[in-house]
T-cell receptor
Framework: DSGVTQTPKHLITATGQRVTLRCSPRSGDLSVYWYQQSLDQGLQFLIQYYNGEERAKGNILERFSAQQFPDLHSELNLSSLELGDSALYFC?????????????FGPGTRLTVT | AQSVTQLDSQVPVFEEAPVELRCNYSSSVSVYLFWYVQYPNQGLQLLLKYLSGSTLVKGINGFEAEFNKSQTSFHLRKPSVHISDTAEYFC?????????????FGTGTLLAVQP
């Protein structure tokens, strides 16, 4: 158990819908990273937040957005869902934004778009 | 930009045999190197990492990896595998002195240990 929690574990929804994935980092960690794991693209970095502020963006679609709240939990919002958005979404947490920051991964949320 | 190549998508091996999973990277700057393991229906777990110093690093579960700067490789090895080592293994890098710690992953290698 990494100490990072993600909810829900599984999510099944239809095309065009909007969903919210939630991540709670380990106690004391200020950084949250979101990654997408799909058959087509493999494991890709989406976005990073540090203490409530966006720090880095990767291959995140405009239909996707994220935020980190004052209690440091983070949410990833996916809208206008397409079949290709079906994937495993991981969040990871770490203590700092620069220098080497070991990331601890949550168990993931499996999103299925039908 | 950085990229990570894992040429073997799947490596079948018999129990108690040695195994090597290959990883090569490309980067214009120095990088930190990592191996992660993903067991079925689970998240990613750090196996080992290379930051600096000795090029041979030891990790959990009896795994080790060797950093070779001239060949830009970071191959993972285990002298004797167990059925429980069956999992997906990912090599990853983080650029040193970068503004963020985003991990750049390879495509993964499925290690399939057979009895």
């Amino acid at each position: 158990d990494s100490g990072v929690t993600q909810t829900p574990k599984h999510l099944i929804t239809a095309t065009g819908q909007r969903v919210t994935l939630r991540c709670s980092p380990r106690s004391g960690d200020l950084s949250v990273y979101w990654y997408q794991q799909s058959l087509d693209q493999g494991l890709q970095f989406l976005i990073q937040y540090y203490n409530g502020e966006e720090r880095a963006k990767g291959n995140i679609l405009e239909r996707f957005s994220a935020q980190q709240f004052p209690d440091l939990h983070s949410e990833l919002n996916l809208s206008s869902l397409e079949l290709g958005d079906s994937a495993l979404y991981f969040c990871a947490s770490g203590k700092q934004t620069a220098g080497l920051d070991e990331q601890y991964f949550g168990p993931g949320t499996r999103l299925t778009v039908t | 930009a950085q990229s990570v190549t894992q040429l073997d998508s799947q490596v079948p091996v018999f129990e108690e045999a040695p195994v090597e999973l290959r990883c090569n990277y490309s980067s214009s700057v120095s990088v930190y190197l990592f191996w992660y393991v993903q067991y079925p229906n689970q998240g990613l777990q750090l196996l080992l990492k290379y930051l600096s110093g000795s090029t041979l690093v030891k990790g959990i579960n009896g795994f080790e990896a060797e950093f070779n700067k001239s060949q830009t490789s970071f191959h993972l090895r285990k002298p004797s595998v167990h059925i429980s080592d069956t999992a997906e293994y990912f090599c990853a890098v983080i650029p040193k002195w970068g503004a963020t710690n985003k991990l750049i992953f390879g495509t993964g290698t499925l290690l399939a240990v057979q009895p």
